[in-house]
């Protein structure tokens, strides 16, 4: 991915998001918002790219940093106060947009806890894996809305990293939502304005034996690979953590929970994507 920017702001069918992008902009203006989960998928694959998904999501996630709980209190009071946003119960990260969305926030940064955690105030019982938000943010790049509005918004391979680990904290929970966002991401990865970076940049992988859906997904591992190397994971944690999980997914005599989930046709072809890229992501080292 070299692209420094997605550009959607002749997009009318996203004059929504722009909205509320517009009035959480409004409320916190020192806010950084960094558009994540299923939207994002969206937004790279079916807004940009033509490629429609079978899930819709009806959520947006924003993603922000703060030093302190109490500096997050103040954005909560900040998106409350505008008139614009409505607080959901008790919930700490929830709001719903006066146009009717659903907004999840999630905070990052100097909150974490040495496992790159948070626990949400006051109990501290709920907690939340935020591994790979950091990286994310680093590499991200600027998301373009109608109505002037802007954002940021992670390249594919960082969401593809951030989808790996919310797949490994919640599968259990919520069965099948991140797998099959994986798969959309892996299998479309080159779809994804990545063509001619296979061409300029993994020239290696088109040979007489070229799989294009393999090759897609390698691509990706070794984008998600130099993301890593280039925006930070210094201590590898977020890299460890990605071969834990796809250590277990790849092999044959596994229990390949990912697999199963993710609503593939052909789970040994998912698999096969899902160890390229493994592979990708071993071998690469050069930043997207």
Do not use: C
């Not at 990286?135 to 960082?158: D, H, K, M, N, Y």
């Amino acid at each position: 991915m070299t692209d420094s920017s997605l550009d959607l702001s002749a997009r009318a069918d996203l004059d929504w998001l722009a909205e509320l992008i517009g009035d959480a902009r409004q409320a916190a203006p020192a806010v950084e918002w960094l558009v994540v989960g299923a939207l994002a998928r969206d937004l790279h694959l079916g807004y940009a790219h033509g490629i429609r998904a079978d899930r819709v999501t009806t959520d947006t996630d924003l993603a922000l940093t703060v030093a302190t709980w109490a500096e997050f209190a103040k954005i909560q009071h900040a998106l409350v106060a505008s008139g614009k946003f409505v607080a959901v119960g008790r919930a700490e990260h929830k709001f719903f947009h006066h146009s009717g969305q659903t907004l999840d926030v999630v905070p990052f940064g100097a909150i974490e806890d040495r496992n790159r955690s948070i626990a949400w105030p006051p109990s501290g019982e709920m907690t939340m894996s935020v591994l790979g938000y950091r990286e994310a943010l680093a590499g991200s790049i600027a998301l373009q809305l109608p109505r002037g509005q802007q954002a940021l918004i992670p390249t594919v391979a960082g969401l593809i990293v951030l989808k790996f680990i919310a797949w490994s904290e919640r599968h259990r929970t919520a069965p099948g939502r991140d797998a099959y966002d994986l798969r959309m991401l892996l299998t479309h990865y080159l779809d994804a304005g990545n063509l001619r970076h296979l061409y300029e940049h993994h020239a290696d992988l088109v040979d007489e034996d070229f799989d294009y859906s393999l090759a897609s997904a390698r691509v990706s591992g070794r984008d998600t690979s130099g993301l890593l190397h280039r925006y930070g994971d210094h201590s590898q944690s977020v890299r460890k953590q990605l071969n834990n999980i796809l250590a277990a997914e790849v092999d044959p005599a596994g229990r390949r929970v990912l697999i199963g989930q993710s609503g593939a046709r052909d789970a040994e072809g998912f698999r096969l994507q899902v160890q390229a890229f493994l592979r990708g992501l071993l071998e690469g080292t050069t930043p997207p």
